[in-house]
């Protein structure tokens, strides 16, 4: 039986964990479907049609769906779930969100976070902040699991010639849940999640204004901008902006951290980075055991002497 996989995506465009997802999706069974549920998402459902590998799209567009509530998309997955031995979805907000709720539904406990497929019924996850890694076979008939996208290459976007199929809405929510509004960060940078290149400030920066290097720095690399924990938690930046474990993964092709210590919850965040460059003035700090590059000294006097070498 094919695997079903829980397309994230904003009514217009798919979102860049879909196509991983898809690649899990596929180390699974050849044979791939994809749910595009949400309202006025035609358009997207044609997007998810041409992905290399997919053999079909099931497509709900329905009002009902103009916002990923978890409460309203659990029914539905659950509704059309029988005919598929896996569903998938990107473990990201979207999908932590769902795919719990779905297993309530069917009885059966989600396998999260995962980073390798070794056969249909057993996994490779993280645990311990990605200290160690676990092995997880399961003997549960429907097998749910959201997948890390850093983990595996993202599908080819092109290529694939899947039909179409309509799917009818599950029964109306009622007034048990609603969407009552969303505050989103608007930015021209990169989405932190997809971007070629990260530049993440720590504490060290010592104040929100002083933040404003590291966003001078991201705007002439083209980069996202992250933050660590503490540094949000202080206030110098929005939370969306937080790498680690409880907030982004990351794996860009290059990863500055500056001012960063490089605590166990941030390093399962952004390990996975192709290269990693490390900007500290304490040279036995945590974050320089996995740096590729390291410069101990002062971030203050390093920051402005790098800009102004990209002039």
């Given at each position: 039986m094919p695997v079903l996989v829980i397309a994230e995506h904003d009514?217009?465009?798919?979102?860049?964990?879909?196509?991983?997802?898809?690649?899990?999706?596929?180390?699974i069974d050849a044979e791939v479907a994809v749910l595009v549920a949400g309202y006025g998402c035609g358009g997207v459902s044609q997007s998810a049609a041409v992905?290399?590998?997919?053999?079909?799209?099931?497509?709900?567009?329905?009002?009902?769906?103009?916002?990923?509530?978890?409460?309203?998309?659990?029914?539905?997955?659950?509704?059309?779930?029988?005919?598929?031995?896996?569903v998938l979805a990107p473990a990201s907000t979207f999908g932590k969100n769902v795919l719990p709720r779905l297993g309530a539904l069917l009885d059966v406990s989600p396998i999260s976070d995962i980073v390798a497929v070794q056969s249909p019924d057993t996994f490779v996850r993280p645990i311990y902040a990605g200290n160690a890694m676990a092995t997880v076979?399961?003997?549960?008939?429907?097998?749910?699991?959201?997948?890390?996208?850093?983990?595996?290459?993202?599908?080819?976007?092109e290529g694939g010639a899947a039909a179409v199929e309509a799917v009818e809405p599950a029964a109306e929510?009622?007034?048990?849940?609603?969407?009552?509004?969303?505050?989103?960060?608007?930015?021209?940078?990169?989405?932190?999640?997809?971007?070629?290149?990260?530049?993440?400030?720590?504490?060290?920066?010592?104040?929100?204004?002083?933040?404003?290097?590291?966003?001078?720095?991201?705007?002439?690399?083209g980069a996202a901008v992250g933050a660590s924990r503490a540094a949000v938690?202080?206030?110098?930046?929005?939370?969306?902006?937080?790498?680690?474990?409880?907030?982004?993964?990351?794996?860009p092709e290059l990863y500055i951290a500056v001012g960063i210590s490089g605590a166990i919850q941030h390093l399962a965040g952004m390990k996975?980075?192709?290269?990693?460059?490390?900007?500290?003035?304490?040279?036995?700090?945590?974050?320089?055991?996995?740096?590729?590059?390291?410069?101990?000294?002062?971030?203050?006097?390093a920051l402005p002497k790098l800009s102004a070498a990209l002039d």
């Open positions: 009514n217009q465009a798919l979102k860049p964990a879909t196509l991983n997802t898809i690649t899990a999706a596929l180390a992905i290399a590998g997919v053999d079909r799209v099931l497509l709900c567009d329905h009002e009902s769906y103009l916002h990923p509530l978890a409460e309203n998309l659990a029914d539905l997955i659950a509704a059309i779930a029988g005919g598929y031995t896996h076979k399961t003997s549960d008939q429907k097998i749910l699991v959201t997948a890390r996208p850093t983990a595996f290459a993202a599908a080819s976007a929510p009622g007034d048990r849940v609603r969407f009552v509004g969303q505050e989103l960060t608007r930015s021209e940078r990169p989405e932190l999640t997809s971007a070629r290149v990260v530049i993440a400030g720590g504490r060290g920066l010592g104040s929100s204004e002083n933040f404003k290097l590291i966003e001078e720095l991201a705007d002439k690399l938690d202080a206030g110098y930046v929005p939370n969306d902006y937080q790498v680690g474990q409880t907030g982004k993964v990351v794996a996975d980075s192709k290269v990693i460059v490390a900007i500290n003035k304490d040279e036995d700090a945590p974050i320089f055991q996995v740096a590729d590059y390291g410069l101990v000294g002062d971030l203050f006097d």
